[in-house]
């Protein structure tokens, strides 16, 4: 059995030039209604639909981002580094970082050891980048 996930997005080809800036892999060739990429070590693949696409499989509503999240996936790294780059193509790219480990401050985080960034896409789905500094 396999896991992928299903996004909604407002442009498809916006959403591709954004995670194409980031570095990460297409999987597939791209269309007007669904783009799909490849992220991780273990390629999870998740595809982003055209909202109106995506609609037609869903047996209810697509959600509102603005309203909330009920999920944020998470990009493991493997330096404080990575995550500075990182932030600083998403913010090239667009995208909203949240949470900003260079300046904004968590306990949990700072108790833990984490280096962490939540970072919103061009549509709202949130992203967490996270490396164990007791790790390296």
């Given at each position: 059995?396999?896991?992928?996930?299903?996004?909604?997005?407002?442009?498809?080809?916006?959403?591709?030039?954004?995670?194409?800036?980031?570095?990460?892999?297409?999987?597939?060739?791209?269309?007007?209604?669904?783009?799909?990429?490849l992220?991780?070590?273990?390629?999870?693949v998740?595809?982003?639909?055209?909202?109106?696409?995506?609609?037609?499989?869903?047996?209810?509503?697509?959600?509102?981002?603005?309203?909330?999240?009920?999920?944020?996936?998470?990009?493991?790294?493997?330096?404080?580094?990575e995550?500075?780059?990182?932030?600083?193509?998403?913010?090239?790219?667009?995208?909203?970082?949240?949470?900003d480990?260079?300046k904004?401050?968590?306990?949990?985080?700072?108790?833990?050891?984490?280096?962490?960034?939540?970072?919103?896409?061009?549509?709202?789905?949130?992203?967490?980048?996270?490396?164990?500094?007791?790790?390296?």
């Open positions: 059995m396999n896991i992928w996930a299903n996004l909604g997005v407002e442009d498809v080809e916006r959403t591709q030039n954004f995670y194409q800036a980031l570095g990460f892999k297409l999987n597939g060739t791209p269309t007007n209604e669904i783009v799909s990429f992220f991780g070590d273990d390629e999870f998740i595809h982003f639909f055209k909202k109106e696409k995506l609609k037609e499989s869903f047996e209810g509503e697509i959600a509102n981002l603005n309203n909330g999240n009920e999920i944020m996936f998470t990009l493991s790294v493997n330096s404080e580094e995550v500075s780059i990182l932030i600083d193509k998403i913010i090239k790219v667009g995208g909203n970082i949240r949470f480990p260079r904004d401050k968590k306990k949990f985080y700072d108790d833990n050891g984490y280096c962490v960034c939540v970072f919103e896409d061009l549509d709202g789905h949130l992203f967490n980048l996270f490396c164990n500094l007791n790790k390296r």
